[in-house]
């Protein structure tokens, strides 16, 4: 998701990134891949069971990065509430974070839809509405890349949290409380079903936002002991009670999944944190590599599991039901979505929040009057 990466996310203390943050926004992505694995294991290799059962779960990885999103806002803009040039640099940073690693692998996959559309979006009859794809708006049909739906709600968070940039930083607790209420209530009697551009808005996967911007509020706060709680609470409440079901954007989930999934990923990740603020994380800091290219790998792994799958299919032969085989296979593939991952960090994302870094500062440059 798009968080991933870069020191530009900085809180504005200049305060070293949460490694932990990062290590999670991998552990996010790769339950993703686990999800659609399986998806693809089935089309291509007659559904061996070589990937795991758990991973049936890994749709619940949405439901991470969205928590971790709700952090990451409210940790990078400390001290950056109330001035217009704020809310634009915030604005500008979410727009250049989002669209142009996007709009790569929108451009890669227009090609392919329009010289063989029956390779699209084969459930919702081959239909993609090229328009609000490009811009990721809400609509009736699947976005053109299958992953992009949550993009169209991340986006709407970023629009309600740069409203709430405008006002003074005290009140933002109340701010968030508001929103919450707006959606338990909207959200009580179940999902509702109307035009995307309510539903969007009411899409009760937004407390998930919620509950991470929470944990960004009081994490400094929390101690030790009161972290351990915290995520043996998380713990339980995501493993007896997670509702991980696969949702699009025309039938919101209710409830239950922010307040199990939601929940817990929040009190998980407030532990984490919190424990990394007062003793660090150590060599699993290492990891964070996986985070920084999250974004990449999320946009990405569709994509190349299903021409590395459509590839064994043809030079498969006589190995096709060989479980040796295909476990090297898989072993290949997944490998092959890291590498494309990290290179799509290294030479698409990075240059890209290089030069928005330098734009923005002539942008939104203090101006200095001449006397």
Do not use: C
């Not at 803009?77 to 929108?106: D, M």
């Not at 299919?313 to 090297?328: F, H, Y």
């Amino acid at each position: 998701m798009p968080e991933a990466s870069s020191r530009i996310d900085a809180p504005a203390s200049g305060a070293p990134r949460l490694q932990s943050i990062q290590v999670a926004r991998g552990i996010a992505a790769l339950s993703v891949v686990g999800f659609h694995a399986i998806s693809i294991e089935n089309k291509y290799f007659g559904g061996v069971g070589i990937v795991p059962p758990i991973f049936e779960g890994g749709m619940s990885g949405v439901d991470l990065f969205f928590v971790i999103s709700g952090f990451v806002m409210v940790l990078t803009t400390r001290g950056r509430h109330g001035s217009p040039r704020r809310v634009g640099e915030f604005a500008w940073n979410r727009a250049f974070r989002i669209y142009p690693t996007y709009w790569f692998y929108y451009l890669l996959l227009l090609p392919v839809f329009l010289l063989a559309p029956g390779l699209i979006n084969a459930s919702e009859g081959n239909r993609v509405d090229l328009f609000a794809s490009f811009f990721l708006l809400p609509s009736d049909l699947l976005p053109l890349l299958l992953v992009a739906w949550t993009l169209t709600l991340e986006l709407w968070f970023y629009i309600v949290f740069a409203v709430l940039l405008f006002l003074p930083e005290r009140i933002l607790p109340f701010a968030l409380g508001v929103w919450f209420v707006i959606l338990v209530v909207i959200n009580w009697s179940g999902p509702i079903s109307a035009n995307p551009y309510v539903e969007v808005p009411a899409n009760a996967m937004a407390i998930e936002f919620v509950f991470g911007a929470v944990a960004a509020l009081v994490f400094r706060r929390v101690g030790v002991i009161a972290a351990a709680i915290a995520a043996v609470a998380g713990i339980v409440l995501i493993a007896t009670l997670g509702v991980a079901t696969p949702m699009d954007l025309t039938a919101g989930p209710g409830l239950a999944r922010p307040f199990t999934l939601g929940l817990g990923f929040a009190l998980l990740l407030l532990a984490v944190t919190a424990f990394e603020a007062r003793r660090g994380i150590g060599v699993v800091g290492r990891l964070a590599i996986l985070g920084d290219m999250s974004y990449s790998v999320y946009l990405s792994h569709v994509l190349v599991m299903s021409v590395l799958g459509r590839i064994w299919v043809l030079v498969a032969g006589p190995l096709a039901t060989n479980t040796v085989a295909i476990v090297l296979s898989w072993i290949v593939i997944l490998a092959a979505v890291l590498v494309w991952g990290w290179l799509s960090f290294r030479f698409v994302e990075q240059p890209v929040m290089r030069l928005s870094t330098r734009w923005r500062r002539r942008v939104f440059a203090p101006r200095v009057k001449s006397r």
